[in-house]
C-alpha cells in the first residue's frame, strides 16, 4: 500500500510508555477521531529533533482548537527511546502520544519504509504528516526530501486540517 488521501489504515499496534510500563496500543484506538499523525525517521534525528518535533509541539492546541481529538507521533523506535523523546521535546507536556513502531510494520504496510545505511537508518519512516478521521486518511503531507519539514510539520497540517473543515461544510 501506497500512502494517499482516501486510504484506510491498517490494523497495527504501537508501544506506548505509560505508567511505568510498555504497553500495546491498536491502531484502532490510535486513529479513532480526528486524529493528526505525524511519521518521523527517529528519534533525537537532526531533522526531526530540531524541526519536525518542534513544529508538532507549536501546532498542538490549534490543532485541538480546529477539532483534532489527538495528536501523534510515530517513529520506528522502542517505547523507551519514545518516551524519552517526548519529554525532552516538550511533545509529553503538550498532550501528543508518542507511538512506537518498534519492529517498523506498521510503516512498511503503508510504504512509508526507507533505508540509509550511510546514518544507520534501516526501516525506518519516510516524513509525513496527515489527517486521520476513524482510520481514513483525509489530508496528507509526504516530504520528498529526508531532511525537509515543510510539507509534514506541524503547521502544514494545521493548513491542511483547516482547509478540509471548509471543504467538509
Known sequence: MALNVGNRLPEAEFLEFTGGEPRTVSSAEAFA???A?????GAYTRTCDGA???SVVRSVQALRDEGVDRVVVIAVNDPF???AW???SGARAAGVRMLGDAAGAFTKAIGMD???PPVGFFGRSRRYGA???DGVVVALGIEESRSECTMSGGEALLDAVRSHKGQAA
Open 33 to 35: 477521531g480526528r486524529v
Open 37 to 41: 499523525v505525524f511519521g518521523m525517521p
Open 52 to 54: 519536525h518535533m518542534p
Open 81 to 83: 527511546v519514545m518516551a
Open 86 to 88: 517526548g519529554e525532552s
Open 114 to 116: 526507507f533505508d540509509a
Open 131 to 133: 489527517l486521520v478521521e
